[in-house]
């Protein structure tokens, strides 16, 4: 019988040679040249409050800055300590979505040069997403495919919102149409909370990867699904980290709120979908276990999502635990489908064979 309330546990070793290969697949890089424009928008007298809490902390937090600086020998040796075989990398949070149009079309550029130099040097090591300024949604479905096309990289990092403005937004549906066309997946990580949303969040201390980023991505993934981007798109697909930022434990009473606002036509903007939200986020979308080391919440994601959408992550540097692989590593399902959270799912979303 599966005990609810169990709390986590190391009690079971980590296998040593395991009959699979540990790929991380929300593992996070900083550039030397955005961390140097971070470090300038802190002394600006109008700073954004969760960017300002989120960064005042982490520029200044040596064990986390220096790995997320670092693509070489620290992050190999921290993957070894932790026998992670191999990390998907992208630009930590909140990448190039924080700065102005032109700027942040530069940054994404040199970033993913960098990044894809790192993959280059470690191909059997890393592989990694693009990053993309949605600013400029057609230069961003353009660096998608350069990304894609020329560089190697294996779909797109968004940081949640863009400046207080979300994905479900027409505008921005070139860069969902370019994912769709080229058939890589754009993951939804969060980021700082925008300044409409952060006041009573960081007031107790919760905007961050303790509740808020949850609650705002979670929002932004339900309302790019609410808009019928699915509709529109039908083979996108999307990535959410920290097993789908709670979303599964609400599928059946966001279906079903749902379907009482539409028929009510309570809201303008909540029109008909050829599915219910749920089926979207179990056919649309992959989770990843990202901060997520506690058998509980990933068991139920396996058994609502099936065990072919549930894919391991660490959130490397953020939550480096090494012990924390032993909690996948004791799960209570077969080897075979531990292989698929671990290294066949992420091979077959990222396309890392091709
Ligand atoms: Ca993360």
């Known amino acids: 019988m599966l005990l609810l309330c169990r709390e986590p546990s190391y009690a079971v070793l980590r296998v040593p040679t395991p009959p699979y290969k540990r790929i991380a697949t929300e593992e996070a890089f900083l550039t ?28 200044k937090h040596a064990p986390v800055l220096d790995r997320l600086l670092d693509l070489g020998d620290r ?8 026998e992670i075989a191999m990390q998907i990398l992208s630009l ?19 970033s993913n040069d960098e990044v ?33 096309r020329n560089l190697g990289l294996k779909g797109a990092i968004v940081n949640s919102h863009t400046r207080g403005e979300y994905l479900d937004n027409e505008k921005f549906w070139p860069i969902f149409e370019a994912a769709e066309a080229l058939r ?5 990580h969060p980021t700082a909370l925008p300044p409409a949303m952060v006041k009573p969040f960081v007031e107790r201390g919760l905007e961050g990867a ?7 991505t979670g929002l932004h993934i339900l309302r790019i699904i609410f808009a019928g981007v699915f509709d529109r798109f039908p083979n996108l697909r999307m990535v959410a980290g920290h097993l789908g930022e709670g979303l599964p434990f609400w599928f ?21 979908l050829k599915r219910r939200p749920s089926d979207y986020l179990r056919e649309n979308f992959h989770v990843t276990t990202s901060g997520m080391a506690w058998e509980p919440p990933i068991s139920y994601a396996q058994c609502v999502l099936g065990v072919d959408r549930v894919l391991y992550a660490m959130d490397y ?33 990222f396309s890392l064979c091709e």
């Not at 279906?255 to 028929?263: I, P």
Request: charged content about 30%; some cysteine; proline content about 7%.
């Open 116 to 148: 894809s130099e790192a993959v280059r040097r470690h191909p059997d090591r890393f592989a990694a997403l693009a990053a993309i300024a949605p600013q400029n949604p057609d230069d961003a479905a353009k660096e998608l495919e350069r990304g894609v």
């Open 75 to 82: 992050r190999l040796g921290d993957m070894d300590d932790s």
């Open 210 to 216: 303790v509740y808020g980023f949850a609650a705002e």
């Open 317 to 349: 540097p953020y939550q480096f635990v090494p012990e924390e692989v032993q909690v996948t590593d004791g799960l209570p399902c077969s080897e075979a489908d531990k292989k698929k959270l671990y290294q066949l799912n992420a091979e077959r979303v």
């Open 184 to 188: 890589v997946p754009i993951y939804l």
């Open 32 to 59: 030397q040249e955005i961390f140097k424009r971070y470090q300038r928008l802190l002394n600006e007298p109008d700073v954004d409050p969760g960017f300002a809490s989120l960064w005042g902390h982490f520029s």
């Open 92 to 110: 930590t949070a909140p990448g190039v979505q924080i700065f102005e149009a032109d700027e942040a079309v530069a940054l994404a550029r040199s």
């Open 252 to 272: 059946y009473r966001v279906d079903f709120m749902h379907g009482r606002m539409v028929q009510a036509r309570r809201y303008a903007n909540v029109k008909p």
